[in-house]
């Protein structure tokens, strides 16, 4: 049974940064393909950035491309957002995710296992 875990989720103001972070447990983490998705209230969870096995592969969403870097360490099961310039409208619960295969446009359902998510908020 994979396991994810979010953590770095917080409170922060417009303009400013923030990591969360991802550590997986329970499968070969070098195996699986990481996404970072968001969900804010009222709206659909949209996928905001992932990466491939190695990390020779990168997805971005166009709302947070230039500003989000998504980077995973095979050897510590772990997965990173680095968010900058943030906005009010990146406020959402953002959720880590793993899947088995690479898509160029990954949606919820290319991902098997889910983290419980971590709020970013980000104040104006």
């Known amino acids: 049974q994979v396991q994810l875990v979010e953590s770095g989720g917080g409170l922060v103001q417009a303009g400013g940064s923030l990591r969360i972070s991802c550590a997986v447990s329970g499968g070969t983490f070098s195996s699986y393909v990481m996404g970072w998705f968001r969900q804010a209230p009222g709206k659909e969870r949209e996928c905001v950035t992932a990466i491939s096995w190695r990390g020779r592969n990168t997805y971005y969403a166009d709302s947070v491309k230039g500003r989000f870097t998504i980077s995973r360490d095979n050897a510590k099961n772990t997965v990173y957002l680095q968010m900058n310039s943030l906005k009010p409208d990146d406020t959402a619960v953002y959720y880590c995710?793993?899947?088995?295969?690479?898509?160029?446009?990954?949606?919820?359902?290319?991902?098997?296992?889910w983290g419980q998510g971590t709020q970013v908020t980000v104040s104006s």
């Open positions: 995710s793993a899947g088995l295969s690479w898509n160029i446009r990954p949606v919820p359902a290319h991902f098997a296992s």
